[in-house]
């Protein structure tokens, strides 16, 4: 990330966070009202269905979605405005990924994801902190997910050498062509209809964090992998 970058995202963070908790209270009420709106129209009703009922609980249903997906926009601004945790500790990086696997086994069931798992005996350790970790491990298994809407395969792989921990995560999905790839981590980059752009951004950064590097291998129409490397010296530091 080079300079520019960091002043854009430092000049957002400080924005977004004062946006979210004006922009918060608003979106509970809402939601709330929204709720209300749905009883009444039972009460209205007597409980019947009719075709006007319907219709306003699509449009409600839809106030409410979107209503949804700001919350997770302002998230993710959040994400990257708040500072790194301070306390860092030694944690498994095979603890971590067993658990993102638990954590969206459903999700992966529903969509038809077959899911390999090959996990290093060795068990490599990073240091650092685990939830930002762990966030970052599920932005890039929703991104494999995502990129199989019809079904498919994710296979993750831990490793590690004399001088690295290795994490590979790899898709059989749409894949990148050059053009995307060189502008994937840039801040509001998506090429989803409902992507913040910054599900990968917020990526690097704990890759960074963690002293690591991450690197992508891409060909359309046959899948992507992500190649996570972190220093082992500064992982057994603790």
Do not use: W, Y
């Given at each position: 990330?080079?300079?520019?970058?960091?002043?854009?995202?430092s000049t957002v963070g400080e924005l977004s966070?004062?946006?979210?908790?004006e922009i918060k209270n608003p979106m509970n009420s809402i939601i709330i009202n929204i709720e209300v709106l749905r009883a009444a129209i039972l009460e209205v009703t007597g409980g019947y269905e009719n075709s006007a009922s319907t219709r306003a609980k699509k449009y409600l249903d839809v106030i409410e979605g979107e209503v949804k997906r700001l919350d997770k926009v302002i998230k993710g601004f959040l994400d990257l405005s708040l500072p790194s945790q301070s306390t860092k500790v030694?944690?498994?990086?095979?603890?971590?990924?067993?658990?993102?696997?638990d954590f969206m086994a459903q999700e992966m069931k529903q969509k038809g994801i077959r899911l390999q798992t090959d996990f290093s005996k060795e068990n490599p350790s990073l240091f650092g902190s685990s939830d930002q970790m762990k966030q970052a491990l599920i932005n890039l298994m929703l991104n494999s997910l995502q990129a199989q809407p019809n079904g498919g395969?994710?296979?993750i792989k831990t490793s590690s050498t004399d001088k690295w921990v290795l994490i590979s995560i790899?898709?059989?999905?749409?894949?990148?062509?050059e053009r995307t790839l060189e502008k994937i981590f840039n801040p509001y980059f998506?090429?989803?209809?409902?992507?913040?752009g910054l599900g990968l951004t917020i990526?690097?950064?704990?890759?960074?964090?963690?002293?690591?590097?991450?690197?992508?291998?891409?060909?359309?129409?046959?899948?992507?992998?992500?190649?996570?490397?972190?220093?082992?010296?500064?992982?057994?530091?603790?």
């Open positions: 990330m080079d300079a520019q970058d960091r002043d854009r995202l966070t004062i946006l979210a908790h030694k944690f498994g990086i095979n603890q971590v990924l067993q658990s993102v696997v395969e994710v296979s790899q898709d059989a999905g749409f894949g990148m062509d998506t090429t989803k209809d409902k992507g913040s990526v690097r950064r704990v890759v960074k964090e963690h002293h690591g590097d991450i690197r992508i291998e891409s060909e359309v129409g046959k899948g992507t992998t992500f190649h996570l490397n972190f220093p082992k010296k500064i992982s057994e530091c603790a």
